[in-house]
Structure formats: structure tokens, C-alpha cells
């Protein structure tokens, strides 16, 4: 799989139920730090990388987020297309869904409610073993997360083993659309399916360069915000 990255999906149609109440009137990806929602953080490092087209998944509290697509993005330069659900689908199933939008080269996929400033052109231009079907960004376990997700050995191949050598899927990967044809959208969660392709020999990795953040919790979003106040401090 070479790096011929022309789209990117953003997973923006989480309920945020570990982020209540906050999540009872705010959609996850509309949280801020540092003068920006997460949303927009994410769609100026998709600018940076030149990406033609984005596709962002939406439900809880949608009408907000399209609102702010359409005042803050409006001149953006690259494609916007919403892939609304009616109610929220899991993670593989939202990118089944969006399937017709994701084109048939490889696709960059964001977790909706991550935050880093991790370089990911470097990251991104790069060549991939032709064996590769997802190639997975991956940070040293944080502490909320201590067993981690996946192993991964010199030669960057990614697989299953038991906690205390994984580290943390860090929401970022690029992925073949070969991997999504089979799917619909009730293929449920992508985390049991990276499993499969990772015993099956299919997924390639490499660590994420740069802070790295999960706000997932109101206490990580705090610990998001005052890193981001000290930075511009």
C-alpha cells in the first residue's frame, strides 16, 4: 500500500456518553482548547496535508456541527461531504456507511475526539509493505489505557499479544478500501476487526512523533485544555 492520500474521514457521530453531561448539550468533536474544537484541529491538519476531500459522520447534536461546518468551513479547500446517520453507528459500521464517499485509494481515518500535533505529512509520505492493508498510528499506552492494543516488533508489522507488549491504537490509520467492501453499516466496532486483520498479517504500524491526547473523559478534556493553555503560554 503506497502513500497516495487524497481523503480523509473524520469519526464525528459519537453519543460522547463518558463525557456527560457535557456531551448533553455539546457534541465530542465541538470541544475546545486553545481557541479551537476539536473538529477544527483535526480539518487544519487535513489542510495541511493537502487532502482533497473530506468525509465527517455525524448524529448526536448533528445540527450543531453542520452549523459550524458551514460558518467556520465554508471556504474550506477541500471537499466537505457529511455522512449523517440517523442514529449513532460504530466506528465500522460509520465508515461502511460512508463507503461511497471514501474513493478506492487508500484513506486516512480520525477519531473524532483525539488531539495531537504529531507531523503527519512525515508521517504520511512514506511507503507501506505491499502486504498491507491498514497501517496503524500507535502511541505508548497512556494511563487510562495501560493494556494497551497491539504489538508492534522492528519491522513495523502490527499484531495481537498479550497486554504488557502492546501499546495504544491512537485513532489514526490508513486503510484500504478493499477492507471496508465487505462491510455495511451494521458491522458494529472497528477494534475486533483490526484484531482479525492483524492476526491475518494485514496491518503495518508505526509510532505516532509528537503529543497525543484521547478526550474521552471530562478529566482528560481538562488535561487537554491546560496543555494547550501552556503551550501558548
Same mark, same amino acid.
Given at each position: 500500500?503506497?502513500?497516495?492520500?487524497?481523503?480523509?474521514?473524520?469519526?464525528?457521530?459519537?453519543?460522547?456518553?463518558?463525557?456527560?453531561?457535557?456531551?448533553?448539550?455539546?457534541?465530542?468533536?465541538?470541544?475546545?482548547?486553545?481557541?479551537?474544537?476539536?473538529?477544527?484541529?483535526?480539518?487544519?491538519?487535513?489542510?495541511?496535508?493537502?487532502?482533497?476531500?473530506?468525509?465527517?459522520?455525524?448524529?448526536?447534536?448533528?445540527?450543531?456541527?453542520?452549523? *459550524?461546518?458551514?460558518?467556520?468551513?465554508?471556504?474550506?479547500?477541500? /471537499?466537505?461531504? $457529511? =455522512?449523517?446517520? +440517523?442514529?449513532? #453507528?460504530?466506528?465500522?459500521?460509520?465508515?461502511?456507511?460512508?463507503?461511497?464517499?471514501?474513493?478506492?485509494?487508500?484513506?486516512?481515518?480520525?477519531?473524532?475526539?483525539?488531539?495531537?500535533?504529531?507531523?503527519?505529512?512525515?508521517?504520511?509520505?512514506?511507503?507501506?509493505?505491499?502486504?498491507?492493508?491498514?497501517?496503524?498510528?500507535?502511541?505508548?499506552?497512556?494511563? *487510562?489505557?495501560?493494556?494497551?492494543?497491539?504489538?508492534?516488533?522492528? /519491522?513495523?508489522? $502490527? =499484531?495481537?499479544? +498479550?497486554?504488557? #507488549?502492546?501499546?495504544?491504537?491512537?485513532?489514526?490509520?490508513?486503510?484500504?478500501?478493499?477492507?471496508?467492501?465487505?462491510?455495511?453499516?451494521?458491522?458494529?466496532?472497528?477494534?475486533?476487526?483490526?484484531?482479525?486483520?492483524?492476526?491475518?498479517?494485514?496491518?503495518?504500524?508505526?509510532?505516532?512523533?509528537?503529543?497525543?491526547?484521547?478526550?474521552?473523559?471530562?478529566?482528560?478534556?481538562?488535561?487537554?485544555?491546560?496543555?494547550?493553555?501552556?503551550?501558548?503560554?
Amino acid at each position: 500500500m503506497t502513500q497516495l492520500i487524497r481523503t480523509a474521514m473524520i469519526l464525528a457521530a459519537g453519543l460522547g456518553e463518558r463525557l456527560k453531561p457535557l456531551t448533553d448539550h455539546t457534541p465530542k468533536p465541538l470541544m475546545s482548547a486553545g481557541g479551537l474544537t476539536l473538529l477544527d484541529w483535526h480539518m487544519l491538519r487535513l489542510q495541511a496535508l493537502n487532502i482533497d476531500r473530506v468525509v465527517i459522520n455525524i448524529s448526536h447534536l448533528a445540527e450543531q456541527i453542520e452549523t *459550524h461546518l458551514k460558518t467556520k468551513w465554508a471556504n474550506a479547500p477541500f /471537499d466537505i461531504i $457529511v =455522512s449523517r446517520e +440517523p442514529t449513532p #453507528l460504530e466506528t465500522a459500521g460509520g465508515i461502511a456507511n460512508a463507503r461511497p464517499w471514501l474513493g478506492d485509494a487508500p484513506f486516512l481515518i480520525l477519531n473524532g475526539d483525539v488531539w495531537t500535533n504529531a507531523d503527519l505529512n512525515l508521517a504520511l509520505n512514506r511507503r507501506w509493505p505491499q502486504h498491507s492493508f491498514a497501517h496503524l498510528f500507535l502511541v505508548p499506552n497512556p494511563r *487510562h489505557h495501560p493494556e494497551g492494543d497491539f504489538f508492534l516488533d522492528q /519491522d513495523g508489522r $502490527v =499484531s495481537c499479544a +498479550p497486554p504488557g #507488549l502492546r501499546i495504544t491504537y491512537a485513532g489514526l490509520g490508513v486503510f484500504s478500501p478493499a477492507l471496508f467492501d465487505p462491510l455495511d453499516a451494521n458491522a458494529g466496532r472497528l477494534g475486533p476487526f483490526l484484531r482479525k486483520w492483524a492476526m491475518e498479517g494485514r496491518v503495518t504500524g508505526s509510532l505516532l512523533d509528537g503529543c497525543w491526547f484521547d478526550v474521552g473523559t471530562p478529566k482528560r478534556l481538562r488535561q487537554w485544555q491546560r496543555f494547550m493553555e501552556e503551550a501558548s503560554a
